[in-house]
C-alpha cells in the first residue's frame, strides 16, 4: 500500500471540500495570512493542468458514467417525473464544479441577494455587499468598463472561440418575433434591464480559450507555503468535543488511489473547520457528524451531537426541458464531433492542440434521461444565446392558475427576476448512432425558481453508502405550468429560425392521431411530457441553509453552524433561497464573502 500525501497532525483551518467556494476562500485566507496553515481535503482527483479541465470542449465528458470526477446521486422513483428515478450530477474535483461545468456566464438578479437579508435576516448578504465581490473575482474581457463586470479578477470572462450562427439567429428573430423583448448586448447587469431580452450569453473562458476555473487561478500558482491541497482525501465527519469542532476524521480515497490504505485517520484544526463539500455532501458530512434531525441521526445509527432538523431539507435546483429539432445541412453544429467523425475531430484537435494540449479523440458515453448521449472528448467552446423571461401581466392568463404560487412568492414584487430563461443549443442531446443522421438543433428552458423542493440525508454512517434522497422535481403543479409555457415559446421562435428545417416529433409530446395539436399544443400532452423528459440542471442548492434556526436554518449569517463553535458551512448549501442562473457565480460570491468574514475573525483582511 502507499500513502498518497502526508498530512500533518494538525493545521490552522481544515476545510472539508475542496469546491469552487472552497479552493476561492482558501486561496484568499492563504495569500492574506502566510503564516496561517490551511489543509483542503477533497475527496475526488486533482485537475492541476489537466486537458479535461483546461479545454473548455471537454466539459461534456466529465458526464460519463465511468467520471472520477463526478458524483451521480440517484432520486427515489416519483410519480411527479412520471415514475422516474432523477439523477443529480455533482462535482467531486478540486474545483468542483468550476472544474467540470459547462461555463456559462449567467449572473442571479440583485433581488436574490437582498432576500437572503430581508427575509432571512442575514445581515452582510445584501446585493450592495455582494456585487462588489463579484467584481473583485472577475475581469470580464468583453468590456471591462461596464457596470456591475469586473476588470482585474483572477476569472476570466468572454464570449470563447466563436459565436454559433444559431446562437445569432435566436437573439435576431427571438427578438423581432417577441416584440415586447428586444435585444441586448448585456443579459447579466443583475437588473431589470438584463429582464425580456434576448442576447449572446458569455462564457467563463478567458479570450485565449481556456476555462476560467477557481483551483487554477486562486490555488494552484498561489506561493503560500502553508496552504495544501490533497485530492483523494474522503471526510467522515467533523469531530466535536464539548460543542468544539477540534478537527476530522477521513480516508484515502481508493477511486483516486487505489493503493492508498482505507484506515480511517484524524486531523486536528487549532481554529476553524470549514465543511465545503457542495450542497450533495456537505449535509451529509454534517449528519455522519452528529448534526441533524434526531430521527434521521437514530436511523442511521448515529449519536445526536446537537439537533437541526434544516440539515439536508430545503433542496433546490433548476429543472431543465430539452426539446430537438432539425437544422439546415450546412449549419455547423456539433453533432459531426458527437458523432466521431473523424474530419470533425481533425478540426477540432487543430483548433485546441497548439494551445492546450491534444488528446486522442476517443468517445465517451453517459445516461442523461431522456436519451442516451454518445459524445467526443472535444468540442468547441462556442457562445450560447439566451433569453431571461418573465410574464408581462397581459400574459399571465395564458400560464394558468397553478402558475400563481411562482408569481406571487417570487416574480411580482422582483422585477428583475426572470421565470425562466432559454435558449437553442447547436446539437442534439441524444444518441446520436440510433437515430437519422440529421442536423440536429434542440432548444433548451430552465426554470429560474421552482416551487418544489427536495430533501437529501444519510442512510448510514458510511460515507460510500448512497445517500436517501429525494430530488423532488415538479412536486408543485406550479413548476409544470411554467415549463409548459417556456416549451411553447421555445417552439415558436425554432420554428421561424432560418435554419429549422422542421420536428424531431420523437422528442416532443406526443399528441393523438389526427390531432390539431400539432399547431395549437394542448397542456394535457405537454405536461406528461415535461413530467417524463424534465431534468437536473447541475444547481444543487439550499440544503445547509443560512436562516434562523427555528426557520430550518442550519448556519447563522456569519456562515457558524447552530449549536457548535468553530464550525462553518461555505458552498452553495447555504443558500436559503434559489437565484435564477446559473450557481458558478453565487459560489464565487459565496467564496469571496466567506473569505472576509474568516479574515475579519482572524483579526485582518483580504
Avoid at 484515502?252 to 482505507?262: G, Y
Avoid at 440539515?311 to 433548476?318: A, F, I, L, P, S
Amino acid at each position: 500500500m502507499t500513502i498518497p500525501h502526508t498530512i500533518e497532525a494538525e493545521y490552522d483551518l481544515i476545510f472539508a471540500g475542496g469546491g469552487t467556494a472552497a479552493c476561492l476562500t482558501a486561496g484568499r485566507l492563504a495569500t492574506a495570512f502566510p503564516a496561517l496553515s490551511i489543509l483542503v481535503l477533497e475527496c475526488g482527483p486533482t485537475t492541476k493542468d489537466k486537458k479535461e479541465h483546461i479545454q473548455p470542449g471537454q466539459y461534456i465528458t466529465h458526464l460519463a458514467p465511468t467520471s472520477k470526477t463526478m458524483q451521480f446521486n440517484v432520486g427515489k422513483p416519483s410519480e411527479h417525473v412520471a415514475g422516474r428515478s432523477s439523477i443529480v450530477p455533482s462535482a467531486r474535483c478540486v474545483g468542483g464544479g468550476s472544474s467540470v461545468n459547462f461555463m456559462m456566464y449567467n449572473r442571479p438578479a440583485a433581488s436574490d441577494f437582498d432576500a437572503w437579508e430581508t427575509e432571512f435576516g442575514n445581515v452582510g448578504w445584501s446585493s450592495k455587499d455582494l456585487i462588489p465581490l463579484l467584481q473583485k473575482a472577475e475581469t470580464y474581457e468583453i468590456d471591462p468598463k461596464k457596470s456591475t463586470h469586473g476588470s482585474d479578477g483572477p476569472l476570466k470572462v468572454s464570449f470563447g472561440s466563436e459565436i454559433s450562427d444559431l446562437a445569432k439567429e435566436f437573439v435576431e428573430i427571438g427578438a423581432k418575433f417577441e416584440k415586447n423583448r428586444p435585444e441586448t448586448d448585456e443579459g447579466n447587469a443583475l437588473n431589470v434591464e438584463s429582464i425580456n431580452k434576448f442576447f449572446i450569453m458569455p462564457k467563463w473562458i478567458s479570450k485565449d480559450g481556456r476555462r476560467s476555473d477557481v483551483p487554477h487561478a486562486y490555488i494552484y500558482n498561489n506561493p503560500a507555503k502553508k496552504l495544501s491541497v490533497f485530492d483523494g482525501t474522503l471526510v467522515h465527519r467533523v469531530i466535536i468535543e464539548d460543542g468544539v469542532a477540534v478537527g476530522v476524521e477521513y480516508q484515502f480515497d481508493n477511486r483516486v488511489h487505489e493503493s492508498a490504505p482505507q484506515d480511517i485517520r484524524v486531523v486536528k484544526a487549532r481554529k476553524l473547520v470549514v465543511v465545503a463539500a457542495g450542497a450533495m455532501s456537505s449535509p451529509l458530512i454534517l449528519e455522519r457528524s452528529g448534526l441533524g434531525a434526531k430521527d434521521v441521526l437514530e436511523k442511521a445509527g448515529v449519536t445526536v451531537v446537537a439537533e437541526l432538523p434544516g440539515v439536508g431539507e430545503n433542496y433546490q435546483d433548476h429543472t431543465l426541458t430539452i426539446a430537438p429539432y432539425i437544422a439546415d445541412d450546412k449549419v455547423k453544429t456539433l453533432n459531426p464531433l458527437w458523432r466521431g467523425e473523424p474530419a470533425a475531430w481533425g478540426q477540432a484537435l487543430g483548433e485546441v492542440g497548439e494551445r492546450w494540449g491534444g488528446n486522442n479523440g476517443s468517445e465517451v458515453r453517459f445516461t442523461q434521461a431522456p436519451w442516451t448521449i454518445k459524445l467526443t472528448t472535444h468540442t468547441p467552446a462556442t457562445s450560447t444565446d439566451s433569453s431571461k423571461c418573465v410574464p408581462y401581466p397581459e400574459e399571465l392568463p395564458e400560464l394558468g392558475p397553478d402558475f400563481l404560487e411562482i408569481w406571487n412568492s417570487t416574480l411580482a414584487n422582483n422585477p428583475d427576476r426572470p421565470l425562466f430563461w432559454m435558449s437553442t443549443a447547436a446539437a442534439m442531446l441524444g444518441d446520436l448512432a440510433a437515430l437519422p443522421k440529421l442536423n440536429f438543433m434542440c432548444s433548451a428552458a430552465l426554470l429560474g425558481y421552482p416551487a418544489s423542493r427536495g430533501r437529501i440525508h444519510i442512510s448510514s454512517s458510511d460515507p460510500l453508502a448512497a445517500p436517501d434522497f429525494e430530488a423532488g422535481f415538479l412536486s408543485s403543479p406550479a413548476d409544470v405550468a411554467a415549463l409548459r409555457w417556456a416549451y411553447k415559446k421555445g417552439r415558436e421562435i425554432n420554428r421561424r429560425l432560418p435554419s429549422f428545417r422542421g420536428v424531431f416529433f420523437p422528442g416532443h409530446p406526443q399528441f393523438p392521431k389526427g390531432s390539431a395539436a400539432l399547431v395549437e399544443e394542448t397542456a394535457p400532452a405537454i405536461d406528461l411530457y415535461i413530467r417524463q423528459t424534465v431534468v437536473t440542471a447541475w444547481h444543487s442548492c439550499g440544503t445547509c441553509a443560512m436562516k434562523p434556526l427555528d426557520k430550518g436554518g442550519v448556519v447563522d449569517s456569519k456562515l457558524n453552524v447552530y449549536g457548535v463553535k468553530k464550525l462553518k458551512v461555505v458552498d452553495m448549501s447555504i443558500v436559503p433561497s434559489n437565484v435564477n442562473s446559473n450557481t458558478y457565480s453565487t459560489a464565487i460570491t459565496i467564496g469571496e464573502k466567506a473569505a472576509v468574514i474568516i479574515a475579519e475573525e482572524l483579526g485582518g483582511s483580504v
